[in-house]
């Protein structure tokens, strides 16, 4: 197979799971979801196969043709495409396992339904991650809000419905008013909306036909209209879609959706405007004009420590896991900001390895409510003992979101807090250095307690949650650690994404 | 007979509605009907494919033209009338069970020669190259429309009927002074005449009172904001079959009317750089749009809902009529034929819980997503294309509309119409919320689901909603066509 098939195929196979769920419904659940699982492992290995041609210096693309007279649905893969590809469709799998456990283990509804429009999503994240075109990114990721809805509002009742509505109205409001504004602008200046390495506001030709300051305004378009990054104050969203079931939260509130989201801006950032366009547009005069970004810069710094504050103050375990993900978020949107080669590879990496680690988290988090039918992080005191893999899991992924070594989180930190002082940020280094220790402070306690503290009225028993939820979770969780002895691996194949410029 | 084509599309309706209501059998009446719209609908399919090889002219009774009347077929008309007669023939099709459930039995074969006259006028406006001869065209549709509509089973439905006669009447009775005024001036009532003579005469001041009078006149029949009062208890009393193809093809009709004016008739030079019409009519259609989608999020029955949206959809169209570029052009065409997909869906989407809930008060759709879910969905993807979403038609004419508006440096034009298209996602979504997510209505919990004869029609205009957002060769590409030679035909009219 060429690596131009395996583009497609890898796209077709989800709307195939799509079609087959439908066809086999609630007639035999047990096929329905060997089909998924059978299908995400395929999925995976094509991925696999795919990323071997990219990670070799390969670009492999496809045309699907134009949807409009001058805009084409395009694919091609360059390597942070292809990683984040890797991440979703890897974890496809073991979230459907877990899932498997988790509504069956729930007695949960509509359970058709559920599995299409989760295929459905992976769906639109893989064509996310391959678009060649800013176009056929904003169709993906208009898609992904439309697809991923459903899957929110799942339970159908008050709070449901609430949670929908602010999760459609704030992601359709930013993308129409403010993203489908930045990339109509965009073209109307470059003439064209193809990713191309150094940016396409950076070629020669565009000279003179936007000024510096029209630039940053851009940017804002892109940074705000991208509402699935989350920076704040367009994150309301993501707490509000906590009410979807667990897996959703695992897979597409911490990894597939918010991913598209950040993985959108990294591209904006190199393909678009060109990280030696960010870094060298100065504003203002004097001695010291600022970079372009800067106020982007200090924004997702905020972001990083107001929502690490927020997150502490939760006692829901998934409302502050929600937290914690709009500040690990605004990681990555820095990074995109800083616009230093270090940066960019950090914030690519970032995808990766927070994925990895927060899908644990939300596996732990759901595998507690099935198997102990608890939410708040108050009445988990002690339950440790009942839960051991769990919590287990949950502080090993928990070393990775904080950063530290032996977690994959430590390498992407690392090269983030490279990029402030390369580019002289040491506010933002400082910022960084606290929202670590803020990270400590809110997800630490919550395995010590489990672990150290007598229960009270916690059964003291073995009563894990079903098999099913458990497995995925350990494997996960040995992942996120594992990521951490793959940290060079990952840095050279990010490599071309910030060496390609000029 | 292939050349016989021109003139067969409107003798063929025209001829078949009083032979109809002498049958009187309704059955019978119902299947010729049917048979008519499918016969004609073929036609336009095969004149549009003909296009290529260059448009039609076509003399009746053989007198040439500028001494007889001639019938044009270029890209333009040939595209509108492809989706009047492609809908009506649908909506036909989709008609016998709602028709028999809110039509009185008495009246079905008036009611169906009605709707063919109706449709004969539509497509008589679009084809004659002869003014004189689309005010009678525009008469004939707007007569029958107005029977039409006061066929509904309300009370109110003649009244609604009634207020948009007396306004209908005042619209082509202002239509008819410009069209007089004009032939006071030129001597001639054939277009391309009156095109090639008015250079001579342009400056007088009784040109101007005459594209004024027929400007304004069309927009009553188009229902621009504020002109637009007849329209929602029009629409919201006529039977529902009525309001799916009147609202999806009639306010069309009278804006292609209006771009043959602007672009065939006068130049775009005289009514956007003499006259202001373009700020105008981008001021109108924007606070149109606002006005209109806002008073769409407020009402309590989801007929009027639709109506009001229509009313702000037109603003739209005009917005890209008004930037007199082929971007803007292609982009007020391309909306047309979308508009009339998704609109021309959704009411009859409302039809199928018409049917079944026998109510369209928003309370009593209270959880009709359980009992209807099929119909209830179909509204969802017809409402998304009404906002705009990616892969449906909505996004294509809006993109449209967005890049040419900032090609212009229209900037707030761009931003006004962005931000106006989220209005669209609060009252469709409403409905949404309110067909899956509230207890179920005793109306709505023993319903059942539309009958597979009315859902298949709804879902073939529904699923072409999304067809046409994901392929848009034969909507934008031919919208693009029209654009193209419209402002040709009128650059060769400045150098004349």
Not at chain 1, 12 to 38: D, H, Q, W, Y
Not at chain 2, 235 to 252: G, L
Not at chain 2, 446 to 459: D, G, N, R
């Amino acid at each position: 197979m060429t690596p131009e098939n395996l583009i497609w195929i890898a796209m077709l196979l989800p709307l195939v799971a799509i079609a087959l769920v439908f066809i086999i419904g609630e007639k035999s659940p047990n096929i329905r979801e060997s089909c998924t699982i059978g299908i995400a492992v395929t999925l995976f290995w094509v991925t696999t196969r795919l990323a071997g041609f990219v990670f070799s210096g390969g670009r492999p693309s496809f045309k699907m043709g134009e949807m409009l007279p001058g805009f084409e649905i395009a694919f091609t893969v360059e390597p942070l495409g292809m990683l984040f590809a890797l991440v979703a469709s890897g974890l496809w799998i073991l979230t459907t396992v877990y899932a498997i456990g988790y509504m069956r283990g729930h007695h949960e509804k509509n359970q058709t339904r559920f599995y299409a429009c989760f295929a459905s999503a992976i769906f639109a994240a893989l064509a996310a991650a391959f678009a060649a075109n800013l176009f056929t990114l904003f169709v993906a990721y208009e898609l992904m809000t439309i697809s991923t809805y459903p899957l929110v509002t799942h339970h159908g009742d008050e709070k449901a419905k609430k949670g929908g509505r602010i999760y459609l109205g704030i992601l359709l409001s930013t993308s129409v008013a403010f993203f489908m504004l930045a990339i109509a602008w965009t073209w109307t200046v470059a003439g064209t909306l193809d990713f191309t390495p150094g940016g396409i506001l950076a070629q020669p030709n565009i000279d003179g036909k936007i000024s510096d300051f029209q630039l940053s305004v851009l940017l804002g378009l892109f940074a705000f209209g991208i509402g699935k990054a989350a920076i704040m104050p367009f994150h309301r969203w993501l707490p509000a879609a906590m009410v979807a079931p667990t897996p959703v939260s695992a897979l597409l509130h911490a990894v597939a959706v918010v991913k598209v989201g950040v993985f959108s801006i990294l591209k904006v950032s190199i393909y678009i405007f060109g990280i030696d366009l960010i870094s060298e547009t100065r504003l203002g005069e004097g001695a010291n004009p600022i970079m372009m970004s800067d106020w982007l810069c200090y924004l997702a710094g905020a972001t990083i420590l107001l929502a690490s504050l927020v997150a502490m103050t939760k006692d829901n375990l998934k409302a502050r896991l929600a937290y914690s993900t709009i500040s690990q978020l605004a990681y990555i949107t820095l990074g995109a900001a800083l616009a230093t080669s270090d940066s960019v590879i950090g914030g690519g990496m970032h995808i990766a390895m927070h994925a990895v680690g927060k899908i644990t988290l939300f596996f732990c988090a759901g595998a507690i409510y099935v198997g102990a039918h608890k939410t708040n992080i108050s009445d988990m005191r002690g339950l440790g003992r009942a839960m051991p893999l769990t919590m287990g899991a949950f502080l090993l992924a928990t070393l990775s979101i904080i950063g530290l070594p032996p977690g994959g989180g430590a390498w992407s930190k690392w090269f983030l807090a490279l990029g402030t002082v390369q580019t002289g940020h040491f506010w933002l280094l400082a910022a960084l250095m606290i929202s670590s220790l803020l990270n400590i402070a809110y997800l630490i306690p919550i395995p010590i307690r489990a672990f150290m503290t007598p229960a009270g009225e916690a059964p003291m028993k073995f009563k894990e949650a079903p098999m099913m939820c458990v497995v995925p979770l350990c494997i996960t969780a040995v992942g996120s650690v594992a990521l951490f002895f793959f940290g060079n691996e990952i840095y050279d194949v990010l490599l071309p994404i910030a060496t390609s410029a000029r | 007979m292939i050349e016989q084509l021109p003139v067969l599309v409107i003798v063929i309706p025209l001829m078949a509605a009083p032979l109809f209501v002498l049958i009187g059998n309704r059955k019978l009446v119902l299947l010729l009907t049917q048979l008519v719209c499918w016969t004609v609908f073929g036609i336009t399919v095969s004149l549009l494919s003909r296009m290529q090889y260059g448009p039609i002219s076509y003399e009746l009774g053989g007198w040439p033209s500028p001494y007889g009347i001639v019938y044009n077929v270029d890209y333009l008309s040939a595209f509108v009338m492809l989706f009047v007669s492609g809908l009506g023939a649908i909506v036909i099709t989709y008609a016998p069970k709602s028709v028999e459930r809110e039509v009185h039995h008495s009246k079905h074969s008036l009611f169906y020669a009605s709707y063919l006259l109706c449709m004969t006028g539509l497509l008589g406006m679009c084809i004659t190259g002869d003014l004189f001869n689309v005010f009678v065209f525009l008469e004939i549709s707007s007569l029958s429309s107005y029977a039409l509509i006061s066929l509904g089973k309300t009370r109110r439905a003649p009244l609604a009927a009634l207020h948009y006669l007396i306004i209908g009447t005042v619209g082509a009775t202002f239509f008819l002074i410009g069209i007089g005024l004009l032939y006071q001036m030129t001597g001639t009532l054939n277009m391309a005449d009156i095109a090639s003579r008015l250079q001579a005469v342009e400056s007088s001041r009784t040109m101007l009172v005459a594209f004024a009078f027929m400007t304004v006149g069309l927009f009553i029949k188009m229902a621009v904001f504020p002109l637009h009062t007849w329209l929602p208890n029009a629409y919201t009393y006529a039977p529902s079959v009525v309001t799916c193809f009147i609202a999806a093809t009639a306010t069309k009709v009278s804006v292609y009317a209006f771009i043959r004016l602007i672009y065939v008739i006068f130049t775009p030079q005289f009514a956007f750089e003499r006259l202001p019409l373009d700020s105008a009519l981008m001021a109108f259609s924007l606070v149109g749009i606002f006005v209109a989608s806002a008073a769409a999020i407020y009402q309590t029955n989801i007929k009027r809902l639709l109506a009001y949206s229509s009313v702000a959809q037109i603003g739209y169209m005009l917005l890209g009529i008004s930037m007199s570029n082929v971007g803007g052009l292609t982009a007020g065409i391309t909306h047309m034929f979308n508009h009339a997909l998704i609109k021309g869906g959704l009411f009859m989407v409302v039809g199928c819980f018409a049917l079944r809930i026998g109510s369209l008060k928003l309370e009593d759709l209270r959880g009709a997503g359980k009992t209807m879910p099929l119909t209830s969905f179909a509204w969802v993807v017809g409402g998304l294309g009404l906002i705009g979403v990616p892969m449906t038609a909505g996004f294509v004419s809006k993109w449209l509309l967005l890049t040419s508006a900032l090609s212009l440096e229209l900037w707030p034009v761009a931003v006004l119409m962005l931000l106006s298209s989220l209005l669209a996602v609060v009252y469709i979504w409403r409905v949404v919320e309110i067909l899956y997510f509230s207890p179920a209505s005793h109306l709505a919990k023993t319903a059942k689901e539309a009958p597979m004869a009315m859902l298949i029609p709804t879902y073939i205009v529904i699923g072409s909603t999304i067809v046409f957002g994901c392929w848009t060769v034969y909507s934008a590409g031919i919208a693009h066509a029209a654009a193209e030679s419209l402002l040709g035909i009128s650059q060769m009219g400045g150098v004349q």
